[in-house]
C-alpha cells in the first residue's frame, strides 16, 4: 500500500464525481428555461442511482472474474463482497480495492449521465430511470469489462483505452444518437426558444468539467506518478487546442468568435484525449485537440441539417470525438512515452491501428443495438416520451412539480 498513490485516487475520485454535477450545469444551460430542472435532474438522480447499483451488482459485472470469453465479470463482488482496504493485486496493487472501486464507481455514473443530452427535454422521467438501470447493467458494465478487465476480450486484443474513450464517451455518444431517433424531435424544434436560455450557466459546467478532467485522465494512472502527470498535461493541451480551434472555426464559420463554441470546443477536446492521455507526447496532443474541434465540428454542423434531434449534440461530440480519440491513440501511442502501452502507426505498428478500429466498431455496434432493444423494453412498460400537452408546458413543471426560476 502507497500512502501517496492512496491520496492521489481518492482525490481523483472526488474530481470525477463533480464532474456529473458540472454535466448537470453544463447541459441544464442549453435547454429552454421551462425545461432547465428536469434536465439537471437527470445527472442529479444517475449520481445517486447508479452509485447504489454499482455497489450491488455493477462493480463485479465491470471488473469482477471473468465467467468466460472475455464478456463479462461474475457475481463474486455482488454488494462489494471481499472488497476491501486491501490492495487489489489485479487491478490497482498500491491502493485499497475499496478505492479502485470508488473511482471507478464515477466513471459508471457520468456515462449514462451524458446520454440524458440527447433525449433533453422530452423524456418521462420513470421511462428514464429504468433506463438508466438497464443501460449501465446491460451495456456499461459488459463494455468496461472488454476492455479494463485483464480478462476482457477487448484488452485481450491489445487495445488501448487509458481513461474511457470506447467505454464512457462512444458508447454513450452512439447510444445518444440511437435514443434520439427512436423517441423522435421536440415540439417546436426550431422555434426561437429552443436556443440555449443561460449560456453563462453552460460555461460554468465547461468549467467544472475541465477541472474535474484531470480526475478523470490523471487519476486512471492510479498511482502519483510521472504517467499521471503526463496525463494531466495531454489533457489541459488538448482541450485548450480544441477550444481555440472550435472558436476560430466559428468565427470564420459565422463572423463571431462564440462563448459557447468555446465550451463546447474544451469538452470535445477532453473527450478525444481521453483514450490517448497517458500513452502520447503533449505535442501530439496538440494535434488530437486541433482534429477533435474539425471533426466533432463538422459532426455538430451535419446535424444541424439532418432530421436528427440529439438536443445538446452528444453524438457529435462524445461519439464522434470519442471514436476520433480510440483510432488516433493508435497512430501515436509510443512505448517510449509510456511502457505499459504500445507502440501506435507512427511509433512503427500498423496493427495497433486496426486494434483500436475493431474495438471502436465493436463498441459502437453493441450500444447501438442493446440501447436500442433497452429503450423498445422499456416503452413497454412505461410510455418512453412525455405527452405533447407536458412537453408544451416544459418538463420541470409536468414532471417534477417545480420552476427554476421565480421571475
Request: glycine share 12%.
Amino acid at each position: 500500500m502507497n500512502a501517496g498513490d492512496t491520496a492521489w485516487v481518492l482525490i481523483a475520485t472526488a474530481l470525477v464525481m463533480l464532474m456529473t454535477p458540472g454535466l448537470a450545469f453544463f447541459y441544464g444551460g442549453l435547454v429552454r428555461r421551462k425545461n432547465v430542472l428536469s434536465t439537471m435532474m437527470h445527472s442529479l438522480f444517475i449520481l445517486a442511482l447508479v452509485s447504489v447499483t454499482w455497489v450491488l451488482w455493477g462493480y463485479t459485472l465491470a471488473f469482477g472474474p471473468d465467467t468466460g470469453l472475455g464478456l463479462i465479470g461474475g457475481l463474486q463482488w455482488a454488494g462489494l463482497e471481499g472488497v476491501t482496504g486491501r490492495p487489489s493485486a489485479v487491478y490497482a496493487p498500491t491502493v485499497p480495492h475499496l478505492a479502485f472501486m470508488a473511482f471507478q464507481m464515477m466513471f459508471a455514473v457520468i456515462t449514462p449521465a451524458l446520454i440524458t443530452g440527447a433525449f433533453a427535454e422530452r423524456k418521462r422521467f420513470k421511462a428514464f430511470v429504468l433506463f438508466s438501470v438497464g443501460w449501465s447493467t446491460l451495456v456499461y458494465a459488459p463494455i468496461a469489462h472488454w476492455v479494463w478487465s485483464p480478462q476482457g476480450w477487448l484488452a485481450n486484443l491489445g487495445v488501448l483505452d487509458f481513461a474511457g474513450g470506447t467505454v464512457v464517451h462512444l458508447s454513450s455518444g452512439v447510444a445518444a444518437l440511437v435514443a434520439a431517433l427512436m423517441i423522435g424531435r421536440r415540439i417546436g424544434l426550431h422555434a426561437p426558444a429552443t436556443e440555449p436560455h443561460d449560456v453563462t450557466m453552460t460555461v460554468l459546467g465547461a468549467g467544472l468539467l475541465w477541472f474535474g478532467w484531470f480526475g478523470f485522465n490523471a487519476g486512471s494512472a492510479l498511482s502519483a506518478n510521472g504517467v499521471a502527470a503526463l496525463a494531466l498535461v495531454t489533457t489541459n493541451t488538448a482541450a485548450a487546442m480544441a477550444a481555440l480551434t472550435w472558436v476560430t472555426l466559428s468565427w470564420l464559420h459565422r463572423g463571431t468568435p462564440s462563448v459557447l463554441g468555446a465550451a463546447v470546443g474544451a469538452v470535445a477536446g477532453l473527450v478525444a484525449i481521453t483514450p490517448a492521455a497517458g500513452y502520447v507526447s503533449p505535442a501530439a496532443a496538440i494535434l488530437i485537440g486541433f482534429g477533435a474541434a474539425g471533426i466533432c465540428y463538422a459532426a455538430c454542423q451535419l446535424r444541424l441539417r439532418s432530421r436528427v434531434d440529439d438536443a445538446l449534440d452528444v453524438f457529435s461530440v462524445h461519439g464522434v470525438g470519442g471514436a476520433f480519440g480510440a483510432l488516433v491513440t493508435g497512430l501515436f501511442a509510443s512505448v517510449a512515452i509510456n511502457s505499459a502501452g504500445r507502440d501506435g502507426l507512427i511509433a512503427g505498428d500498423p496493427s495497433q491501428l486496426l486494434r483500436q478500429a475493431a474495438a471502436v466498431a465493436a463498441v459502437g455496434l453493441y450500444s447501438a443495438l442493446a440501447t436500442a432493444v433497452i429503450l423498445v423494453v422499456v416503452n413497454r412498460i412505461v410510455r418512453v416520451r412525455v405527452a405533447s400537452e407536458a412537453e408544451e408546458t416544459g418538463l420541470d413543471l409536468a414532471q417534477h412539480g417545480e420552476i427554476a426560476y421565480q421571475l
